[in-house]
C-alpha cells in the first residue's frame, strides 16, 4: 500500500474513532492497536509494548504532574479571590478597570496554574457577576476572561508544553521560557485594546466609585497576598531563569512551594489536599495516557513509511518554506474548529516535526508558534473548550453567540503574534538563548 493511502486510512481511522466519542487515549490506543495489528502483526505488537513503557518512562515527563498539582492547590485555596481583591483596589483609576482585572490577574494565574481551563473557569465565577451587576456588556466581561485563559498554554508552567516538548522529543525548557515573551507581548495587546474600547465606548464598561483605599493598605495587603503568588512564580520562572534548577527540578520546588504558603497562610486543610491530590491524579493520569498512545501513533506512521513519504513531497515542492509553515499552521486552525488543543497537539506533532527538521526550522521557535495556534484553537467555535467552560459559569442570559462574538478580537491578536513570531523568531529565541537553556 502507498505512503499517502496508508496515511489517509490511518489518519481518517482516528478520526472516525474519535467522532464516535471515545476519549482522545482511548480513541489513540484503538487506532495504534488496530493498525499494528494489521501492518505489522505480532512482531509490531511487541514494538507498540515497548514504545508505551518508554514514552511513560521518559524523565522529560516529569515537571508535567508537579505543574497540575500547582494548579489545583491554587485553584483549591481560593488565594486567587484575594489576589483579585489586592489587583482591583490598585487598578482602580484605568477605564474598563474589571476587565483590565481580568487580562492582568489572568496573566499573573497563567504563571501558577498551568492550565487554560482552570484559569478561565476561575476567572469567569469570581468576574462575571461582578461585572454584569456594574453594567459591564458581554463583550467586555466574557471576552478579555477567554482571551487571557488560554496564556497558561504559553506562559510556563504550561502542562501543555511539557507534552508538546516530550511528544517532540525537544527541550522542555526553551519551550517553556520560549513561550514567555509572546505570552506576555499577548497580554499587554488585551490590556491595550480593553482600555481603548472602554475609552471609545464608556457605557460598555461605565466607571463606578468604591471607597479609596490608602496607599498603607495597599501595600500592606500586596505584601500579605501579591507577594506569597509572586514567591510561588520566582519558585518556577526564577529558578529557570537563574539557571539554578531544571524545569523538573523547578517544577518540584514550585508545587512544594505553593503547599507551603498555603500552610503558613492558614488556607491548608486536609480536605483541599485531597481535592487537590484527587484532581491532580486523574488529570496526570489523563496526560500520561495521552503520551503513551501519542507516541505509538509515531510509531504506527513510521511503519506505514507515512513520515518519510511526507518529508520527500513536502521537500520536493518548489515553495517557500514560510508557506508551508503557514500551510501547517493553517490546518492547525481547521482542526481547533473541530477538536480540542491536546488531540490537535498528537495527531500533527508526529506528522510536523519531520518536516521541520527538513526544512532547519527551528524546532523551538517553531513549538512556540504552535502553542499560541492551539491556544487560539481552544476558544475558536464550533468546539472550543473555553467557550464552553465560559457559559458554564456565566448567567442564562448569557447566550453562546455572545460568547463568541466577544472571542473573535481575541483570535485576531494571537494571529497578530503568530505572525510576529514567524516575521521575528527572536522573539520566541532570545529569552532561551539567552539563558543558554
Given at each position: 500500500?502507498?505512503w499517502?493511502?496508508?496515511l489517509?486510512?490511518v489518519?481518517?481511522?482516528?478520526?472516525?474513532?474519535?467522532l464516535?466519542g471515545?476519549?482522545?487515549?482511548?480513541?489513540?490506543l484503538?487506532?495504534?492497536l488496530i493498525?499494528?495489528?494489521?501492518?505489522?502483526?505480532?512482531s509490531g505488537?511487541?514494538?507498540?509494548?515497548?514504545?508505551?513503557?518508554?514514552?511513560?518512562a521518559?524523565f522529560v515527563?516529569?515537571?508535567a504532574?508537579?505543574?497540575?498539582v500547582?494548579?489545583?492547590?491554587m485553584?483549591h485555596?481560593?488565594?486567587?479571590?484575594?489576589?483579585?481583591?489586592v489587583?482591583d483596589?490598585?487598578?482602580?483609576?484605568?477605564?474598563g478597570?474589571?476587565s483590565?482585572?481580568?487580562?492582568?490577574?489572568?496573566?499573573?494565574f497563567?504563571?501558577?496554574?498551568?492550565?487554560?481551563?482552570a484559569?478561565t473557569a476561575?476567572?469567569g465565577?469570581?468576574?462575571?457577576?461582578?461585572?454584569?451587576?456594574?453594567?459591564?456588556?458581554?463583550?467586555?466581561?466574557?471576552?478579555?476572561i477567554?482571551?487571557?485563559?488560554g496564556?497558561?498554554?504559553?506562559?510556563?508552567?504550561?502542562a501543555l508544553?511539557?507534552i508538546?516538548?516530550?511528544?517532540?522529543?525537544?527541550?522542555v525548557?526553551?519551550?517553556?521560557?520560549g513561550?514567555?515573551?509572546?505570552?506576555v507581548l499577548?497580554?499587554l495587546?488585551?490590556?491595550?485594546?480593553?482600555?481603548?474600547?472602554?475609552?471609545i465606548?464608556?457605557?460598555?464598561?461605565?466607571?463606578?466609585r468604591t471607597?479609596p483605599?490608602?496607599l498603607?493598605m495597599?501595600?500592606?495587603?500586596s505584601?500579605?497576598y501579591?507577594l506569597?503568588?509572586g514567591?510561588i512564580?520566582?519558585?518556577v520562572?526564577?529558578l529557570?531563569?537563574?539557571?539554578?534548577?531544571?524545569?523538573t527540578?523547578?517544577?518540584?520546588?514550585?508545587?512544594?512551594?505553593?503547599?507551603?504558603v498555603?500552610?503558613?497562610?492558614?488556607r491548608?486543610?486536609?480536605?483541599m489536599?485531597?481535592a487537590?491530590?484527587k484532581?491532580?491524579?486523574?488529570?496526570?493520569?489523563?496526560?500520561?495516557m495521552?503520551?503513551?498512545?501519542?507516541k505509538?501513533?509515531?510509531t504506527?506512521?513510521?511503519?506505514?513509511n507515512a513520515?518519510?513519504g511526507m518529508?520527500e513531497?513536502?521537500?520536493?515542492?518548489?515553495?517557500?518554506p514560510?508557506?508551508?509553515?503557514?500551510?501547517?499552521?493553517v490546518?492547525?486552525v481547521?482542526l481547533?474548529c473541530?477538536m480540542d488543543p491536546v488531540?490537535?497537539m498528537?495527531i500533527?506533532?508526529?506528522?510536523?516535526?519531520?518536516i521541520?527538521?527538513?526544512?532547519?526550522?527551528?524546532?523551538?521557535?517553531?513549538a512556540?508558534?504552535?502553542?499560541?495556534?492551539?491556544?487560539?484553537?481552544?476558544m475558536t467555535?464550533p468546539?472550543?473548550?473555553?467557550?464552553f467552560?465560559?457559559q458554564?459559569?456565566?448567567?442564562k442570559?448569557?447566550?453562546?453567540?455572545?460568547?463568541?462574538?466577544?472571542t473573535?478580537?481575541?483570535?485576531?491578536?494571537?494571529?497578530?503574534?503568530?505572525?510576529?513570531?514567524i516575521g521575528?523568531?527572536?522573539?520566541?529565541?532570545?529569552?532561551?538563548?539567552?539563558l543558554?537553556?
Amino acid at each position: 500500500m502507498e505512503w499517502w493511502a496508508s496515511l489517509t486510512l490511518v489518519v481518517g481511522g482516528l478520526i472516525f474513532i474519535l467522532l464516535l466519542g471515545f476519549p482522545v487515549a482511548f480513541g489513540f490506543l484503538l487506532t495504534d492497536l488496530i493498525f499494528t495489528a494489521y501492518l505489522m502483526g505480532t512482531s509490531g505488537m511487541e514494538v507498540l509494548t515497548l514504545q508505551i513503557y518508554a514514552s511513560l518512562a521518559s524523565f522529560v515527563l516529569s515537571p508535567a504532574p508537579m505543574f497540575i498539582v500547582m494548579g489545583e492547590l491554587m485553584f483549591h485555596s481560593n488565594l486567587a479571590n484575594d489576589t483579585l481583591d489586592v489587583l482591583d483596589r490598585w487598578l482602580s483609576w484605568i477605564p474598563g478597570r474589571l476587565s483590565i482585572l481580568a487580562a492582568v490577574s489572568g496573566t499573573i494565574f497563567a504563571a501558577t496554574s498551568g492550565s487554560s481551563l482552570a484559569n478561565t473557569a476561575m476567572l469567569g465565577t469570581v468576574l462575571v457577576p461582578e461585572m454584569k451587576k456594574r453594567g459591564y456588556s458581554t463583550f467586555m466581561s466574557v471576552g478579555p476572561i477567554i482571551g487571557v485563559g488560554g496564556l497558561a498554554m504559553l506562559i510556563p508552567p504550561s502542562a501543555l508544553a511539557v507534552i508538546f516538548a516530550s511528544v517532540a522529543q525537544i527541550s522542555v525548557g526553551q519551550v517553556l521560557i520560549g513561550g514567555v515573551v509572546p505570552g506576555v507581548l499577548l497580554g499587554l495587546l488585551f490590556c491595550a485594546f480593553i482600555v481603548l474600547c472602554a475609552v471609545i465606548k464608556p457605557s460598555c464598561a461605565p466607571n463606578f466609585r468604591t471607597e479609596p483605599t490608602p496607599l498603607s493598605m495597599k501595600l500592606y495587603l500586596s505584601v500579605k497576598y501579591l507577594l506569597p503568588v509572586g514567591l510561588i512564580i520566582f519558585s518556577v520562572l526564577g529558578l529557570i531563569f537563574l539557571g539554578v534548577a531544571t524545569p523538573t527540578e523547578a517544577a518540584a520546588f514550585g508545587a512544594l512551594s505553593t503547599l507551603i504558603v498555603n500552610i503558613f497562610m492558614g488556607r491548608f486543610n486536609w480536605r483541599m489536599l485531597k481535592a487537590s491530590m484527587k484532581g491532580s491524579l486523574e488529570v496526570t493520569t489523563m496526560v500520561l495516557m495521552i503520551v503513551a498512545a501519542s507516541k505509538t501513533f509515531s510509531t504506527v506512521l513510521a511503519f506505514t513509511n507515512a513520515t518519510d513519504g511526507m518529508v520527500e513531497l513536502v521537500t520536493g515542492l518548489a515553495l517557500h518554506p514560510i508557506l508551508i509553515l503557514i500551510a501547517m499552521q493553517v490546518i492547525v486552525v481547521v482542526l481547533g474548529c473541530l477538536m480540542d488543543p491536546v488531540s490537535i497537539m498528537l495527531i500533527t506533532i508526529p506528522i510536523f516535526m519531520p518536516i521541520v527538521a527538513a526544512l532547519n526550522f527551528d524546532p523551538i521557535w517553531f513549538a512556540v508558534i504552535m502553542l499560541v495556534n492551539l491556544e487560539m484553537g481552544n476558544m475558536t467555535p464550533p468546539f472550543g473548550m473555553l467557550i464552553f467552560v465560559m457559559q458554564g459559569v456565566t448567567p442564562k442570559d448569557v447566550t453562546y453567540e455572545q460568547i463568541v462574538w466577544a472571542t473573535v478580537p481575541y483570535m485576531l491578536f494571537d494571529i497578530v503574534v503568530m505572525g510576529i513570531v514567524i516575521g521575528w523568531p527572536q522573539v520566541a529565541l532570545w529569552l532561551p538563548r539567552m539563558l543558554g537553556e
